[in-house]
């Protein structure tokens, strides 16, 4: 979520809770503990998939293009869909729309699970029905991320908007450590379809939290539209105001180039990390799980670090310095070929994202307007998530030709090149 808004407080009302401080206090909001509660759940299965995808992937086609290939899938839709869903966020009822969303993405994991099981998919012919499942997701979360971002600002006090954004990102990386534990069990006590199963059933926890979910005095309400989401011309209208409202601020915009520029060359490294399991370290299935929690549990430290420090300041310095320090991680940990620091770079490289990523969120929520919320996230997640298709699909050609090492260290010496000369040319950024 971004948006660029001076804070604001509110006097609390008499029927309000007691404002709460501290670390957690936006979960004494009812409303958020209930997101949070369900989006946790809900993570832990689809970080559970993950990893098992990735073994399967590896199994069926033996090959990291392939790889490639199913993250480009999943993230494609990203790129086509992510502005326009921008757009409806402004539009439509924000928990209605999540609520289909993860209707459809726990649909595509129950079916997956299912064929899986009854061994429909079980050789590289089959590969197309895990791609095909793979886009059928990946356009359900391209849908749901700008109103998942922005819904934030409806359960929270304004004043807790920057300790939400922290929680959030918080229980996102606490279900990267817990999903590839559970990954890890269910691989030796119901294989690999049970890992799809148990994602299947996770979407129930997040569509019951939003069902739960209950507003008063006007919140979660948008302002009233000045046109329906079905008048396309009008649309079309709200995405190029919000493309130019972004593109007019010079810091909004060089904050979604750093995060784009990040995931374009880093990301790829989450789908080549079986290879690594496999060929390289030779750690099978159980070190594939082991590395995803590795990699999430320097994340959710981050996450933590990020909460306690709440509204801190040198917020750019983070942003740029998180970025640098994930393009070291990130060539060590294509070079390494010992297991334990193979461990302790990917721990860093977790750590060192969300150090940049969400502080991005941060700033972008605290520098975007209102109006403008859903339509600046959707671009923040497009930057993000949206550059993942492109960099997985290049990487894995990359790495079938050259091998994954050299693929991922290349894109770690692309990003600290890039950050270097933005840290020393923005001085703006550097100041924010």
Known sequence: MSVELEAQTQE?????????????????????RLFWTGAFLSNVGTWMQAVAQGWLVLQLTDSPFWLGVDGFMATAPGLALTLLAGVFADLVDRRRLLIFTQIGAGLSALTLAILIRTHVVNNSVDIWIVLLLSFVTGCCFAVAGPSYQAITIDLVD????????ALNST???????????????????????????????????????????????????????SHSARDSRAVWQDLKEGLRYVRGRPRVFMLLIISGLTSLFGAPYMSLVPVFARDILHVGETGLALMSGMSGAGALLGALVLAFLGNFKHKGWSVLGGAFAFSIFLIGFALSTRLMMSLTFIFGMGFAIVSCVAVINMLLQQLVTDEMRGRVMSMFILSFVGTMPIGNLIAGSVAARFGAPYTLAGGGVIIAFFIAIIALANKRLREL
């Not at 304004?158 to 954004?165: F, M, T």
């Not at 999903?179 to 199963?197: E, Q």
């Not at 019951?208 to 309400?221: A, N, P």
Request: hydrophobic share 50%; aromatic share 12%.
């Open 12 to 32: 609390p009302q008499e029927h309000e809770e007691p404002h709460a401080t501290g670390m957690f206090r936006a979960l004494s909001h009812r409303n958020f």
């Open 158 to 165: 304004r004043e807790d908007l920057a300790n939400a954004i």
């Open 171 to 225: 229980q996102f990386q606490l279900s990267r450590v817990v999903g590839p534990v559970f990954a890890g069990l269910g691989f030796k006590l119901f294989g690999l379809a049970g890992c799809f199963f148990a994602n299947a059933l996770s979407f129930v926890a997040v569509i019951v939290s939003l069902r739960m979910i209950r507003f008063e005095d006007g919140k979660g309400t948008l302002p009233l539209p």
